[in-house]
């Protein structure tokens, strides 16, 4: 298994229906999806703008901004804290960036969504179910395109998990600050500050503390860990 941290642009020009991408929306989309999945949700369903009118349960944000007549924001906390009512339900997610990021990349055969939150249960799960020879993109979200410091940092964390898993000398991470300093400092960090979501901020930044693991399956985001499915080539 090859695992390779790579920009959107070139993944999306090259990916395949025999690769694995893994998209790194760490502010605040990853965390998001994998908490309505870890609150029971039975499906996310990444929807382009506009599309998730009719979708029985929603979740997103426009701008950093709950997206008006949505059930939810793009809150992971704030999920949590509502956790019963997602549970068995399938739940229509729109983002600014992250589910975007996934329809960019529906060209590859398995598609994660991952980040700080869920770094080693989703290099786990891949590296339990993906075909020994699968290419695995970890592919940063980032701002409009614009580099975003906590996307690469997050999927660099990963990268590092998938060559533990694998047996392997994990990368060099390549950044120096303590995570939560990073996602604080950072533009998106700042913005979602601005908008009040400092704890989001502070808790998509934690290593570990979400154990579900977002695989699309026919459009629809499912837990992996909820399965032994062995993924097929």
């Given amino acids: 298994m090859e695992v390779e941290r790579c920009p959107l642009p070139d993944v999306e020009s090259t990916v395949g229906p025999e690769d694995a991408v893994v998209v790194v929306d760490a502010l605040r989309a990853s965390a998001t999806v994998a908490t309505l999945l870890a609150c029971g949700a039975s499906g996310v369903r990444p929807v382009a703008d506009g599309n998730a009118a009719d979708e029985p349960l929603t979740a997103g944000e426009h701008h950093g901004e709950r997206v008006e007549g949505f059930d939810f924001g793009n809150s992971p906390l704030a999920i949590r804290e509502r956790s019963e009512e997602v549970a068995g339900r399938d739940v229509a997610v729109q983002t600014t960036n992250g589910t975007k990021c996934v329809n960019r990349v529906d060209g590859a055969g398995h598609v994660f969504m991952g980040s700080t939150v869920n770094e080693s249960a989703l290099a786990r799960a891949a590296v339990d179910r993906l075909p020994e020879d699968t290419r695995v993109w970890v592919v940063p979200a980032r701002r409009r395109g614009e580099y975003a410091p906590e996307d690469d940092y997050a999927a660099a964390r990963i990268e590092r998990r998938f060559a533990e898993e694998l047996g392997r000398e994990p990368p060099e991470l390549g950044f120096e600050a303590d995570p939560e300093e990073l996602f604080l400092g950072s533009d998106t960090g700042e913005f979602l500050i601005g908008k009040g979501s400092r704890d989001d901020v502070e808790h998509c930044a934690k290593p570990d503390v979400c154990g ?22």
């Fill in 212 to 233: 579900a693991v977002p695989m699309l399956r026919d459009g629809l985001f499912v837990d992996a860990t909820r399965s032994t499915e062995t993924i097929q080539p």
